[in-house]
């Protein structure tokens, strides 16, 4: 069975840092694109940030989170991370990985390409 978790969500002060990590079971993620996605109540579901499959070239980010976010593939144990710095209230939300099995460039408009999706995790920026 095909299965993506995501974990590493909390609650952090605004301008702290988390890692969010997106595992697999049944599948090796390394061929796949991933994006992270984030879903705020009343909004539509939004890509923030996306890696390409195979080789890895290529990667997306959201205006709203360049230079904030870095996302990167650990080939060790075949995980993709979200590193997201510098947090602000408004990045508060439900962060999804999802998985795009066709391995090509990033395309996170188009929500339908991605297959395979976790059940989330949550990230709050309070103080």
């Known amino acids: 069975q095909v299965q993506l978790v995501e974990s590493g969500g909390g609650l952090v002060q605004p301008g702290g840092s988390l890692r969010l990590s997106c595992t697999a079971s049944?599948?090796?993620?390394?061929?796949?694109?991933i994006a992270w996605y984030r879903q705020v109540p009343g909004k539509q579901r939004e890509g923030v940030s996306c890696i390409a499959g195979n080789s890895g070239e290529g990667s997306y980010y959201a205006d709203s989170v360049t230079g904030r976010f870095t996302i990167s593939r650990a080939s060790a144990d075949d995980t993709v991370y979200l590193q997201m710095n510098n947090l602000k209230p408004e990045d508060t939300g439900v962060y999804y990985c999802?998985?795009?099995?066709?391995?090509?460039?990033?395309?996170?408009?188009?929500?339908?390409?991605?297959?395979?999706w976790g059940q989330g995790t949550q990230v709050t920026v309070s103080s």
């Open positions: 999802a998985a795009d099995i066709r391995g090509g460039p990033c395309r996170v408009e188009v929500r339908t390409l991605f297959s395979y």
């Open positions: 049944g599948f090796t993620l390394r061929h796949y694109t």
